[in-house]
């Protein structure tokens, strides 16, 4: 709680994901905040998993994110090629268990052909117009996304670019940006 009585903001990170032109990109920022402070500029929370296979992206409680890697990096060797199918498996489990349910985190997940949000609510969805941003800064990183998605730029710089834009405006998104790509075709 704030010394108003209100319950402080959640912030996290900034993720955003392009699909387009035969590559799919997440890309994040490398900044970790606790309250108004910046403890690290350059987190690692895009990595690829599945043997290279599928890239994930998360914005959250760095705790929990490593946790929800863990568990789709199981649920993905359970159904090999089958992100979708991992990925509901996932959200099942963070509805119903006890633990996971206090998981406060958001991710981003691609493979070559799906690209989902998972959120802790149990929503495993497929974002509109191969564009989607989590994350304290995701709105922004979306909005630059968008576009810049109808434009002949490749997936790649629309990704950073509108993670440069992000940085630029949200206090909890830095420019030390990762970023993980896929070929689709």
């Given at each position: 709680?704030?010394?108003?009585?209100?319950?402080?903001?959640?912030?996290?990170?900034?993720?955003?994901?392009?699909?387009?032109?035969?590559?799919?990109?997440?890309?994040?920022?490398?900044?970790?905040?606790?309250?108004?402070?910046?403890?690290?500029?350059?987190?690692?929370?895009?990595r690829p998993l599945a043997k290279g296979d599928v890239i994930a992206g998360f914005a959250g409680a760095t705790a929990d994110a490593f946790t929800?890697?863990?568990?789709?990096?199981?649920?993905?060797e359970q159904y090999p090629g089958q992100l979708m199918r991992a990925c509901v498996e996932l959200a099942k489990d963070w509805r119903t268990d006890r633990y996971l349910r206090r998981l406060e985190a958001m991710m981003?997940?691609?493979?070559?052909?799906?690209?989902?949000?998972?959120?802790?609510?149990?929503?495993?969805?497929?974002?509109?117009?191969?564009?989607?941003g989590i994350g304290s800064g995701g709105n922004y990183a979306l909005a630059a996304a968008k576009a810049l998605a109808d434009t002949d730029t490749d997936a790649e710089t629309i990704a950073r670019k509108a993670m440069a834009i992000a940085a630029q405006i949200c206090v909890y998104t830095n420019d030390s940006v990762t970023v993980e790509t896929l070929a689709t075709e």
């Open positions: 709680m704030s010394d108003s009585g209100a319950p402080q903001s959640w912030h996290g990170t900034t993720i955003v994901m392009v699909r387009k032109g035969g590559k799919v990109v997440i890309a994040g920022d490398g900044q970790v905040s606790l309250g108004q402070t910046v403890i690290k500029h350059t987190a690692r929370k895009v929800l890697f863990e568990r789709l990096e199981s649920k993905l981003l997940v691609a493979d070559k052909n799906i690209s989902l949000v998972l959120t802790g609510t149990g929503d495993v969805l497929e974002p509109e117009g191969g564009v989607m």
